[in-house]
């Protein structure tokens, strides 16, 4: 008796239902944990080992090293991770994915779950008929769960017995006996089968059904297994061909070293398996003697596989990283005009982190260049002799050209476009996600930094004003006191691009902007003092001194601006809580 269409079917549609499980249980988890979850590997990476044990837990919690290969591949895209700290994570993945197996040979084969898995599915449905959030999706985890087990039972149970096909049994013991050439053919066929199941952890299920049967010899299973390692990493790298380089640079990172622990162990393919089998008997497990023990040896050699790989590549995490740069060149983008948004792009509202990244992104840039530019344009200055390395009071005392400029056109033409699209975005990310307190607390603060850059504008505005009645006057009091005042905003500027550089700790980036503020103050103050002894001494007359207090008032709001964006917009942080309550006490009179 071969092979009919209605064991096919019935195989099929049980491979099918042990997926939908899968996807359902996947879902689930990711729903429950998802945010948690996204935080830790945006937070917890800053070194290979923190990022191979934050893939790791990761992977183990939602059952789906694809999942976190993609969250990896945005995050990389988004700028939240580099590359060398995404390959850590996703050789932490390769770990975590590991233990699907071992779920599937203990509790599949050891305890048959099958046999308890629709009565336990009574207590998934009821919690999903609930309509909180988390019950129904612990009841939708559990629905996934049971299905899994359902669909491999059902899988073990049409897969037909060896006696009934002799002929089908005795081609693939044939392509099995034929040393390095079959061990290729079969890690062939198992990169297929991933390919085309798009699930390793199908793949997986697959090859442990067949191997515990007695359909595969345990060497072709474990070669299958090894080409399941290939195929699950072309799920990220073709989501990865519609996004930017460092997310197919990240993609292709796991390519390489995943291709890299295979042809090792392809290599050394006899003696990794005789430690197999030496550690399988150690645990009292004989795949050769008993077919019982045969899906558990295939989960430890998953297991060891990827352990072994992960240790012996995490001291290369960086040649990777500069081979598949090499690998992938990044190409120059085409300039973006500074009036339309670069980073609010749809593909990063998938997850919240990288969504919110993009909205800090862009007020940054909407800070550096259109609120630095209007600064120095409206103090006659060069944006790069602020930014340089020239004495400061040298570049304003070389400075006295003040160009009439038009703030409200300047505002039209690039403020307020990449401010609507700040907004918009933040709205978009409001309503798609169901935000924390503290991700929420993340959007007001960026929506209220665009805000202070109106404020800015216009103070600006105001202060040009003043400045262009004064700049060129015969009075040199008055000219010295508005270069003080120039000088001011030169300084700030050039404190704050400083305070930005990614190296600087946040600690520090937070004392400078504090000690900065005091300094404002204190030349305020100074500006009062000062302005009314040279009335005194008649260097200036009372209109102009009524004039340098106003405009000296009016850059202390400017400043007080600049500095609040910049903190606002600092990135890693005190929370929005704590960052708010320091704030008013900073800024207090």
């Known amino acids: 008796m071969g092979f009919d269409l209605g064991i096919t079917a019935n195989l099929i549609g049980s491979l099918g239902l042990f997926l939908f499980g899968m996807k359902v249980m996947s879902d689930a988890l990711m729903a429950l944990a998802g945010n948690s979850m996204r935080d830790i590997m945006a937070r917890l990476t800053e070194n290979r080992f923190k990022g191979v044990l934050t893939g790791l837990f990761i992977t183990s919690l939602i059952q789906s090293s694809s999942a976190t290969t993609l969250m990896v591949v945005s995050f990389v895209n988004a700028g939240l991770l580099k590359l060398t700290e995404a390959i850590g994570v996703i050789m932490g993945a390769n770990i975590g994915t590991t233990l699907t197996a071992w779920l599937i040979a203990v509790l599949g ?55 009934s096909n002799p002929v089908v049994y005795d081609f693939i013991r044939g392509l099995s006996g034929n040393g390095l050439l079959s061990t290729l053919l079969f890690l062939a066929i198992g990169t297929l089968l991933t390919l085309i199941l798009q699930s390793s952890s199908a793949t997986m299920a697959i090859t442990l059904v067949a191997a515990g049967e007695g359909w595969l010899p345990f060497d072709a299973a474990a070669a299958l297994i090894l080409g399941e390692n290939v195929g699950t990493t072309i799920t990220a790298n073709l989501a990865a061909l519609v996004a930017g380089t460092r997310a197919r640079r990240a993609a292709l990172a796991h390519l390489v070293f995943n291709v890299i622990g295979v042809i090792w162990v392809i290599v050394l393919f006899e003696l990794f398996m005789g430690l197999i089998h030496g550690t399988s ?51 120059p983008q085409p300039v973006r005009e500074l009036t339309r948004p670069r980073y609010l792009r749809d593909e990063f509202l998938k997850y919240p982190q990288t969504a919110i990244h993009a909205l800090l992104l862009e007020s940054r840039r909407l800070y550096r260049n259109a609120i630095f530019e209007a600064a120095s344009r409206s103090i006659g200055i060069h944006r790069k002799d602020i930014i340089s390395n020239r004495s400061i009071e040298r570049i304003v005392a070389d400075s006295r050209g003040l160009r009439p400029m038009d703030f409200e056109e300047f505002s039209h033409t690039r403020i307020q476009p990449i401010y609507t699209a700040v907004v918009d975005y933040a709205s978009k990310i409001q309503e798609t996600f169901e935000l924390s307190h503290e991700q929420n607390g993340q959007v007001t603060l960026i929506k209220h930094a665009n805000r202070d850059v109106l404020d800015i504008l216009r103070n600006l505005a105001a202060f040009h004003g003043d400045l262009a009645r004064y700049i060129r006057s015969d009075n040199s009091a008055i000219r010295a006191e508005y270069d003080k005042l120039r000088t001011q905003v030169v300084r700030l500027i050039r404190d704050i691009a400083t305070q930005e550089a990614p190296e600087t700790p946040v600690e520090a980036r937070e004392q400078l902007l504090t000690e900065l503020w005091k300094k404002i103050q204190d030349a305020d103050n100074r500006v009062v003092i000062e302005t009314d002894r040279l009335i005194r001494v008649d260097a200036i007359t009372p209109r102009m ?10 850059m202390r709001h400017i400043c007080k601006d600049l500095i609040k964006v910049a903190r606002r917009l600092g990135g890693a942080g005190p929370s929005y809580d704590e960052l708010e309550m320091e704030f008013e006490e900073l800024m207090a009179p």
């Open 281 to 331: 008997r150690y645990l009292g497990a004989s795949p050769l003697t008993n077919p019982e023990d045969v899906p558990i040896s295939l989960a430890l050699f998953h297991s060891l596989f990827n352990i072994m790989n992960t240790a012996l590549l995490i001291g290369f995490v960086r040649p990777i990283a500069r081979l598949v740069e090499y690998l992938l060149k990044e190409k």
């Open 545 to 554: 001194g009524a004039a340098l207090i106003g405009s000296s008032a009016t």
């Open 109 to 163: 084969f050891r305890v048959q779950m099958g046999d308890i898995a629709l009565p336990f599915m009574i207590v998934g449905v009821a919690l999903y008929l609930r309509n909180e959030h988390k019950p129904k999706n612990w009841g939708l985890f559990i629905i996934g769960f049971s299905l899994l087990f359902v669909g491999l039972e059902m899988m073990k149970t049409f897969v037909p017995d060896l006696g």
